[in-house]
Protein backbone atom coordinates (compact mmCIF):
# COMPACT_ATOMS: atom_id res chain seq x y z
CA UNK A 1 0.00 0.00 0.00
CA UNK A 2 1.06 3.52 -1.21
CA UNK A 3 1.53 5.90 2.01
CA UNK A 4 3.03 9.44 2.10
CA UNK A 5 2.62 10.71 5.87
CA UNK A 6 3.65 14.11 6.53
CA UNK A 7 4.57 15.61 9.55
CA UNK A 8 5.92 18.24 11.21
CA UNK A 9 2.56 20.66 11.34
CA UNK A 10 2.31 23.17 14.39
CA UNK A 11 1.05 26.74 15.26
CA UNK A 12 4.36 29.17 14.88
CA UNK A 13 4.92 32.88 15.47
CA UNK A 14 5.95 34.92 12.29
CA UNK A 15 9.36 34.28 11.71
CA UNK A 16 9.38 31.06 12.45
CA UNK A 17 10.94 28.31 11.12
CA UNK A 18 9.50 24.71 11.23
CA UNK A 19 10.64 21.65 9.51
CA UNK A 20 8.27 19.40 7.66
CA UNK A 21 8.48 15.87 6.92
CA UNK A 22 6.82 13.68 4.38
CA UNK A 23 7.48 10.02 5.15
CA UNK A 24 6.67 8.13 1.81
CA UNK A 25 6.48 3.93 2.12
CA UNK A 26 4.96 1.12 -0.55
CA UNK A 27 7.02 2.25 -3.66
CA UNK A 28 10.21 2.65 -4.97
CA UNK A 29 11.14 6.31 -3.67
CA UNK A 30 14.23 6.53 -5.36
CA UNK A 31 12.36 6.69 -8.65
CA UNK A 32 9.98 9.59 -8.22
CA UNK A 33 9.86 12.94 -7.80
CA UNK A 34 7.92 14.51 -4.81
CA UNK A 35 6.32 17.68 -4.33
CA UNK A 36 4.96 19.52 -1.71
CA UNK A 37 1.83 21.47 -2.13
CA UNK A 38 -0.33 23.78 0.32
CA UNK A 39 -3.90 25.10 0.37
CA UNK A 40 -4.94 27.99 2.83
CA UNK A 41 -8.59 28.66 3.91
CA UNK A 42 -10.80 29.51 1.13
CA UNK A 43 -8.37 29.21 -1.40
CA UNK A 44 -6.85 26.62 -4.22
CA UNK A 45 -4.39 24.22 -3.37
CA UNK A 46 -1.05 25.43 -4.67
CA UNK A 47 2.27 24.00 -5.58
CA UNK A 48 5.16 24.56 -3.22
CA UNK A 49 8.18 22.73 -4.57
CA UNK A 50 9.38 20.04 -6.00
CA UNK A 51 12.40 17.84 -5.44
CA UNK A 52 13.62 15.15 -8.56
CA UNK A 53 14.74 11.70 -8.31
CA UNK A 54 18.41 13.21 -8.81
CA UNK A 55 17.72 15.75 -5.76
CA UNK A 56 17.77 18.87 -7.94
CA UNK A 57 14.76 20.86 -6.50
CA UNK A 58 12.06 23.41 -7.94
CA UNK A 59 10.15 26.41 -5.81
CA UNK A 60 7.98 28.95 -6.42
CA UNK A 61 9.06 32.59 -7.27
CA UNK A 62 6.58 33.63 -4.43
CA UNK A 63 8.69 31.84 -1.91
CA UNK A 64 11.52 34.01 -2.31
CA UNK A 65 14.19 31.23 -1.44
CA UNK A 66 12.28 31.33 2.42
CA UNK A 67 11.77 27.25 1.69
CA UNK A 68 13.65 24.46 0.96
CA UNK A 69 12.92 20.73 0.55
CA UNK A 70 15.38 18.02 0.79
CA UNK A 71 15.14 14.34 0.90
CA UNK A 72 17.03 11.52 2.85
CA UNK A 73 16.83 8.00 0.57
CA UNK A 74 17.68 5.93 3.38
CA UNK A 75 14.64 7.10 5.15
CA UNK A 76 12.50 7.29 2.32
CA UNK A 77 11.75 10.91 3.58
CA UNK A 78 11.41 14.40 2.39
CA UNK A 79 11.43 17.73 3.77
CA UNK A 80 10.45 20.93 3.93
CA UNK A 81 12.66 23.67 5.69
CA UNK A 82 10.41 26.62 6.32
CA UNK A 83 11.76 30.17 7.30
CA UNK A 84 11.22 33.39 8.37
CA UNK A 85 7.09 32.13 8.12
CA UNK A 86 4.44 34.56 7.09
CA UNK A 87 0.82 34.66 8.49
CA UNK A 88 0.17 34.03 4.79
CA UNK A 89 2.14 30.76 4.82
CA UNK A 90 -0.63 29.60 6.76
CA UNK A 91 -2.14 26.27 5.21
CA UNK A 92 -2.44 22.54 5.18
CA UNK A 93 0.77 21.49 3.59
CA UNK A 94 0.58 18.25 1.66
CA UNK A 95 3.41 16.07 0.13
CA UNK A 96 2.39 13.87 -3.12
CA UNK A 97 4.28 11.64 -5.56
CA UNK A 98 4.90 12.75 -9.27
CA UNK A 99 3.42 10.58 -12.15
CA UNK A 100 5.52 7.97 -13.53
CA UNK A 101 4.93 9.24 -16.68
CA UNK A 102 7.69 12.16 -15.44
CA UNK A 103 10.12 9.19 -14.45
CA UNK A 104 11.30 11.44 -11.63
CA UNK A 105 11.31 14.55 -12.83
CA UNK A 106 9.36 17.67 -12.01
CA UNK A 107 6.63 19.00 -13.79
CA UNK A 108 6.11 22.84 -13.37
CA UNK A 109 4.62 23.23 -10.07
CA UNK A 110 1.92 25.54 -12.14
CA UNK A 111 0.90 22.48 -14.22
CA UNK A 112 -3.38 21.73 -13.54
CA UNK A 113 -4.48 19.41 -12.55
CA UNK A 114 -1.48 18.53 -10.83
CA UNK A 115 0.08 15.90 -12.16
CA UNK A 116 0.03 13.33 -8.81
CA UNK A 117 -0.86 10.16 -8.14
CA UNK A 118 -0.38 9.57 -4.56
CA UNK A 119 -0.96 12.53 -2.04
CA UNK A 120 -0.74 12.49 1.75
CA UNK A 121 -3.28 13.79 4.12
CA UNK A 122 -1.75 17.16 4.54
CA UNK A 123 -0.13 18.68 8.42
CA UNK A 124 -1.66 22.11 8.90
CA UNK A 125 1.08 25.17 9.69
CA UNK A 126 -0.62 28.42 11.69
CA UNK A 127 1.19 30.83 11.72
CA UNK A 128 0.40 34.11 13.75
CA UNK A 129 1.52 37.83 13.52
Known amino acids: EVQLVESGGNSVQAGGSPRLSCAAS????????IGWFRQAPGKEREGVSC???????YYRDFLKGRFTMSSDKAKNTVYLQMDSLKPEDTAVYYC???????????????????????WGKGTLVTVSS
Open 96 to 118: ASIYDLYEGRCPSLRLRPYPVNY
Open 26 to 33: GFTFDNYA
Open 51 to 57: ISSDGTT
